[in-house]
């Protein structure tokens, strides 16, 4: 069975994380893409039908996939109307903004028979599979101690709509919902938050810097996010009762992507800078031992490749309705302790059937 896909945007995010991924998938065909850059889109894909409204794309009988990657006050409205059209949704994250809206599309998706996802592609970051390898395996012992972070050097405000007053705006709602869906994925829920979101670039008009604090049983967790690190990012730094784990520099895939290398090439990503791991391994607490590992290949297409399994009845979507629910109940309550300053329960159950 072939997979009939409708993209809803040709920005950034459909243009490099959406596109070359339903190319790149055997078992998908793009059919129609809603834009007002027709040329740009006819480009990559000549074959396609460009439309201008995205309801062309939900009422199409040929089409069983909608990808909808446009601004995030919009999320809502059309993955309900896709939905409710008999379409199975890809959204974008940040998915939506309440936990009523994201609960009220897992239902309707219930309702309907459909797959509802939310694209958290960097759950298959390489960085994030080898961590959750360490973990599992227990190599290094118990996780104690995690930072996980995705800092940038943007000094100045920037006139894009991501940086504009508005429903899900500023770098908490684009960055947080990466770094705390990725320990939902390995953890499940904590047991309370504790955040500070602010904004610190002088005329910026969203928030641009936040730090998130999770509690488990026995283990911290840390998020963050600055727009002032002009040095190398220590995108994880994981520490372990048997030695440590840290990791420099972001996973190379969407570089690589942005430089126009796509996913089907064989050095793919090798045009762009590769992480550095290094693992240090504690023989007892004087004798510590170090070592250069290589990068672990992530793959962003194997979301696409677990989600057309989930669309055709093979398998389980790759994010959970479940969890999708709880991102957004986290990012709500994060915001929520950041407001009053306070250390805040987790304390929710996603209302699905």
């Known amino acids: 069975m072939t997979i009939r896909v409708g993209l809803v945007g040709f920005g950034l995010s459909g243009r490099v994380f959406h596109a070359p991924f339903v190319i790149n998938d055997p078992d998908m065909e793009m059919m129609y893409v809603c834009s007002s850059k027709v040329d740009e889109v006819k480009t990559v894909l000549p074959d396609v039908t460009v439309v201008s409204t995205a309801e062309a794309i939900f009422s199409a009988s040929d089409v069983d996939l909608v990808v909808i990657t446009t601004p995030n006050e919009l999320h809502f409205t059309q993955a309900k109307q896709a ?3 008999g379409k199975h949704v890809l959204l974008e994250k940040p998915s939506v903004t309440s936990v009523c809206q994201i609960e009220s599309l897992c239902a309707l998706a219930q309702q309907q028979g459909l797959i509802f996802c939310v ?10 599979l080898r961590l959750k390898a360490l973990i599992d395996g227990a190599e290094l012992g118990e996780l104690k101690h995690l930072d996980s972070r995705f800092d940038r050097f943007r000094p100045l405000a920037q006139a894009r709509w991501r940086e504009e007053p508005g429903v899900g705006t500023g770098i908490f709602w684009d960055l947080a919902p990466h770094l705390l869906d990725q320990i939902l994925f390995l953890f499940g829920p904590p047991k309370w938050l504790h955040a500070s979101i602010d904004s610190l670039r002088e005329g910026s008009q969203t928030h641009d810097w936040f730090e ?5 049983d026995g283990q911290r967790i840390r998020l963050a996010s600055t727009p002032f690190e002009a040095g190398e990012m220590r995108r994880f730094n994981a520490r372990f009762t048997q030695g440590s784990w840290q990791c420099v520099g972001l996973d190379p895939q ?3 992507l942005r430089a126009g290398q796509m996913p089907w090439q064989s ?15 504690a023989h007892t607490q004087n004798d510590i031992e170090t070592f250069q590992e290589p990068a672990t290949q992530g793959d962003y297409a194997a979301f696409y490749r677990q989600l057309g399994n989930a669309i055709i009845g093979k398998g389980k979507a790759p994010v959970p309705m479940a969890q999708a629910c709880q991102l957004i109940y986290g990012l709500c309550l994060a915001e929520q302790s950041a407001e009053t300053g306070q250390r805040v329960a987790w304390d929710y159950t996603p209302k699905l059937a």
Do not use: H, K, M
């Open 267 to 281: 050095e793919f990503p090798s045009q762009a800078a590769q992480q550095r791991n290094t693992r240090f391994v």
């Open 254 to 256: 969407e570089e690589a």
């Open 212 to 216: 998130l604090e999770l509690g488990y």
């Open 83 to 85: 939905l409710e059209s």
């Open 119 to 128: 694209y958290q592609n960097r759950r298959f970051d390489g960085d994030l």
